[in-house]
């Protein structure tokens, strides 16, 4: 069985960060696995810009983005097991995985990363009932057709969900000749970022229709429409407001969720409201010695913030290898109060400051006070919008005398 | 006749009452046939089950035209490249009753050729079936679905065996809630008994618990009918079909039959999409176009009038019961009846979770589309059930639904099996309104065909015959050292290209050039459950795009998802 310092388990920007992270905080034996064929994760297929702007003060792509991480890698002695799927994973920290090069394997790790990213919400977890034929794709795989295969999924598209990679393909496939109908959003407002909407939809006349959705697949061997339907306040469809649009695809875009399958065969604790491990400030998962990081954790807006939370849980993960975290570590927990759908992360356990991302139930279009309670550390934005995710620090010294939940609301000021 | 005459203006009449329309009615040799014009689907079915349920009667020709009646088609020839071919024995239809015919047949010195109009099996009724194997407690008795449900029951363990096939007697449990519902439990044990079990048992509470650990509290006594099984319908279909292969069957996918040649009434060629091929022997295992087969060969008596089920399927995280979970509330609304929406709690081999099938008449018989209606229905009637029984289970969210599908069921209007040579046609035989339970009921249907050809063929016995066939080794249920010990041999078996059921670059491949082998993502889906995890192919589908162009020799915009014009991709880009 082979034996390692740090197990890192999956290579988009939170695995490669915490790598480097972990390595470069002493760890001696670092070891990636990713089950691709390189490194980079979903990085590769997103070739539009927009990555870095905050980690490096740079306008990168998706693959330059990680180029620029991999090649800091490379300068580190971090061993990385390619096409290696890791199928299975224990609470006390022994990783299974599948190879063509190396074959079935056992790994023990004295810490482990779990950096695994999500995975796209389908159709079925949507229920859009009708036929089953091809030319129906989550937004993702289509993304990888395009920019990595060179091909196009069809000729008359309709995206269902505002999310990101949604809007973003609508820009892509209209710049390669295909005709996009329209964006559908269930909700009352978008799902993706506002640059998004702006530079994806707007810039090449792409109508975005709020609370719409789709309601029935039509067409037996390849899709041939879909019915599309108003809803109401509580999201249910309007009867009598249905109109059939002709289209040879459609786009699904409606949201991420972790991969949380090895999570689960942990025994690791997941939150209800993320979907991911309940995790600390630190990135350590309820299982002792295992952290999460990244989209795995919560699906982040910007690799900015995915970055951060590697490089916090390389750290750690480092100290934890080599002994230097204690045993018995205090937590409270971080509960949504307030217009809070989620936050990230759920539990505080004194080691280092506080960043909270956080995620408004609602939107609010006027100025807002995000509180921490206790300490009581109120900070002030100018709205809150659930597709933009909220970032608050609180100073580990302010927390230090903490015993009970700490609460946080999102409040009109 | 006179007595026909005099029987046809005398259901007429009941039709009038009834629907309170004019129908024609004629009868001839105990066939009724309907003709004329009604305002509904729905009262032109409930002419047809009128008159089926007459005892008078022994089938039902529905010619009773509706707004929205759908006209049927043949489908274009494509080829002649049978045109010539000899067979003894042809069998129309690829689904588990054709199938499995073929491989009982083969066990003679006969030559057989099975024709599908689909590129893969079972695509019609047997893959959309909830693949139960039924006890026979609810087929009404006396009835031939039930005889043979009956007797098909207990013959699965061999079969399976044989055949090597997923299939377990998980048993259907029947729970008492209160003290009035312990009161009925002696009539399941009674019907179990009289028409299906030898020993069926009444069970308290610490028998229950190790059927079902978890109940309710409030629950203190049920009944587990112990034979009711659960197979993995598909790797049966493909089973039979590999078996009937080995011992000399030829089968015929992408191969629709398009007319029947009769000379002096008795069966001489069979006309196909690909040809004409000679025989004297027409077994019509058609499924869902039975009468279609009936009618090319001049011996049109009977319809059959689709009935569509819709299922829902769980996530594996979601696995509440081990049994067919059946509270006494459900199993007294489920006893046989026509309109009952109908449905139940069904695990699979696979560990899914299943609820369904509902049961809704259809005017196409290729409708096999979802309605949000049915997912409800399902959902709504049984989730509730399942939390409140199995209270240590969550009430899962409709998220955790990972796929829906509908089947439509081959029902004749008498509502049962037709398993006999033609009455008018020498060399036909039909094996026909194969709807529930025909997968329970299959090894007792094949055997009844068998005895059939025999006493009219008397053909010799192929010595060569063997039942026993293996299924091809599955990755994710070996132990590490023969995982490591694979991937060494085969560096394609380390390469997972489907993460959530763990499938490997090997088996895609081998699915694409099997003996009978996937043409489509569908197919290899089938085959692998590459794809049929919660994912659903979000992450696998561009790989099996790329092996499956690479494997067949097609560029990647002629890799389809099911059949005909399903592409996957429109072209290149820029
Ligand atoms: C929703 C649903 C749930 C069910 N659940 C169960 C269950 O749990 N247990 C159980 O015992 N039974 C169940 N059944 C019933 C069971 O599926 C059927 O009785 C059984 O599959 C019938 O098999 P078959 O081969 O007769 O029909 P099919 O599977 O329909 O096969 C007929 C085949 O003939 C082919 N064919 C038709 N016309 C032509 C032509 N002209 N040329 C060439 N080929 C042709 C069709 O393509 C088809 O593949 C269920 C049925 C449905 C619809």
Not at chain 1, 140 to 151: C, E, P
Not at chain 1, 238 to 266: F, H, M, R
Not at chain 1, 395 to 400: G, I, Q, R, S, T
Not at chain 2, 355 to 369: H, N, Y
Request: aromatic letters at 6%; proline letters at 5%.
């Amino acid at each position: 069985m082979m034996q390692v310092d740090v197990a890192v388990i999956g290579s988009g920007p939170a695995g490669l960060t915490a790598a480097i992270q972990a390595h470069k905080s002493g760890a001696r034996k670092v070891l990636l696995l990713e089950r691709e064929e390189e490194l980079g994760g979903i990085l590769k297929q997103c070739i539009h810009n927009g990555f870095g702007l905050e980690q490096f003060k740079q306008n990168y792509t998706g693959p330059e983005y990680a180029e620029r991480l991999i090649k800091e890698l490379e300068k580190t002695g971090v061993q990385c097991f390619l096409n290696t799927l890791v199928t299975d994973l224990s609470s006390d920290r022994v990783i299974t995985a599948l190879s063509p090069e190396h074959g079935a394997l056992e790994i023990t790790a004295k810490s482990i990363v779990l950096a695994m990213g999500c995975r796209e919400r389908t159709r079925s977890s949507v229920g859009i009932p009708g036929t089953r034929p091809a030319g129906i794709f989550t937004a993702g795989v289509v993304q990888r057709f395009v920019n990595i295969d060179g091909y196009l999924p069809g000729k008359k598209i309709v995206i269902l969900g505002s999310g990101d990679i949604g809007l973003i393909m609508a820009r892509r496939l209209t710049l390669e000749g295909a005709t996009v109908i329209g964006v559908y959003e269930i909700m009352s407002y978008p799902g993706g970022l506002k640059r998004n909407i702006v530079q994806c939809l707007n810039d090449f006349d792409i109508p975005l229709y709020l609370s719409h959705t789709v309601t029935e697949i039509k067409g037996k061997e390849r899709l041939e429409g879909v019915v599309i339907s108003k809803v109401d306040g509580n999201l249910h469809p309007v009867q009598g407001t249905e109109e059939l649009i002709e289209c040879d695809t459609l786009l699904l875009s409606v949201g991420l969720i972790p991969e949380n399958e090895l999570s689960k065969k942990a025994g690791i604790e997941l939150s209800p409201a993320t979907k991911g491990p309940v995790t600390t400030e630190i990135m350590e998962t309820s299982v002792p010695g295992i952290f999460a990081c990244g989209n795995v954790s919560t699906v982040f807006d910007l690799v900015d913030y995915v970055a951060q939370t590697g490089t916090a849980a390389g750290a750690f993960a480092a100290q934890y290898a080599f002994g230097s975290l204690s045993a018995d570590r205090q937590s409270v927990d971080i509960v949504a109060g307030e217009n809070v759908r989620l936050l990230f992360p759920q539990r505080y356990g004194f080691q280092d400051d506080l960043v909270l991302f956080i995620r408004a139930a609602e939107p609010v279009e006027k100025p807002v006070v995000i509180e921490v309670t206790p300490p009581g550390s109120k900070v002030n934005r100018v709205y809150a919008r659930p597709n933009e995710m909220l970032r608050v620090k609180v100073p580990k010294e302010k927390l230090a005398e903490v015993r009970q939940p700490i609460r946080v609301s999102i409040r009109e000021k | 006749m006179r007595s026909d005459r005099a029987l046809a203006r005398e259901i007429q009449g009941e039709i009038e009452k009834t629907t309170g329309e004019k129908v024609a009615v004629s009868m001839s040799d105990g066939i009724a046939g309907l003709r004329g014009h009604l305002t509904s689907h729905q009262a032109a079915l409930e002419a047809g089950h009128l008159v089926g349920s007459l005892d008078k009667v022994r089938e039902v020709v529905n010619d009773i035209v509706f707004p929205g009646k759908m006209r049927f088609k043949s489908p274009p020839g494509v080829s002649e490249e049978l045109t010539g071919r000899e067979f003894d024995v042809v069998i129309v239809g690829g689904g588990v009753i054709g199938l499995a015919v073929a491989r009982e047949l083969s066990q003679f010195n006969l030559s057989i050729a099975l024709f599908e109009r689909h590129n893969d099996v079972g695509m019609d009724q047997t893959t959309h079936s909830n693949a139960m194997i039924h006890p026979a407690i609810q087929a009404k008795h006396g009835t031939l679905r039930w005889e043979m449900n009956y007797k098909g029951n207990p013959m699965w363990d061999d079969t399976a065996r044989q055949l090597d096939v997923d299939f377990k007697r998980v048993g259907t449990l029947i729970v008492a809630e209160n003290a009035g519902e312990e009161a009925l439990l002696p009539y399941a044990v009674n019907a179990a008994i009289k028409h299906n079990d030898p020993e069926p048992k009444l069970l308290d509470r610490d028998d229950l618990d190790r059927v079902e650990p978890g109940l309710a509290p409030n629950i203190r006594k049920g009944v587990l009918v112990w034979n009711t099984g659960i197979i993995n319908v598909f790797e049966l279909l493909i089973a039979y079909a590999e078996n009937a292969l080995s011992n000399g069957v030829s089968i015929f996918l992408d191969t629709a039959v398009t007319g029947v040649q009769t000379e002096d009434f008795s069966i001489k060629a069979v006309d196909t999409t690909r040809g004409t091929v000679k025989t004297g022997l027409l077994i019509n295992a058609a499924g869902l176009y039975a009468d279609r087969i009936a009618e090319y060969a001049g011996d049109r008596f009977f319809s059959i009038h689709p009935r569509k089920g819709e299922t829902i399927i769980f996530d594996k995280s979601y696995q509440p019961v081990r049994t067919v979970f059946a509270p006494v509330s459900i199993a007294a609304e489920s006893q046989e009846s026509k309109y009952t929406k109908g449905g139940g709690i069904i695990p699979t081999t696979d560990g899914n979770l299943q609820f369904g099938p509902t049961a809704m008449e259809v005017c196409d018989r290729e409708d096999v589309s979802t309605t949000a209606e049915g997912c409800d229905y399902l959902f709504d009637k049984f989730a509730p059930v399942l939390e409140r029984l199995k209270p240590g289970y969550e009430r899962p969210d409709k998220g955790k639904i990972i796929a829906r599908f509908a089947g439509c069921r081959a029902a004749t209007y008498k509502e049962d099996f037709i398993i006999e040579p033609s009455r008018k046609v020498r060399g036909l035989v039909h094996v026909a309104g194969i709807q529930s339970p025909g997968l329970a009921s299959a090894p007792a249907i094949v055997e009844r065909v068998r005895e059939i050809i025999r006493g009219e063929r008397h053909p010799a016995v192929n010595d060569k015959f063997n039942p026993v066939r293996k299924r091809q080794v599955r990755f994710s249920e070996l132990d590490l050292k023969q995982q490591d010990e694979l991937i060494r041999a085969n560096p394609l078996c380390g390469h997972i290209v489907c993460r959530c059921e763990n499938v490997s670059e090997a088996e895609v491949v081998r699915a694409l050039h099997g003996d009978v082998p996937a043409r489509s993502l569908d197919g290899v889906k089938r085959r692998t459950r590459a794809g049929q995890g919660r994912c659903q192919g979000g992450f696998c589908t561009p790989r099996i795009v790329e092996i499956a162009s690479r494997e067949m020799n097609i560029g990647k915009e002629h890799v389809v998802k099911s059949e005909g014009k399903s592409y996957v991709l429109s072209g290149r880009t820029k």
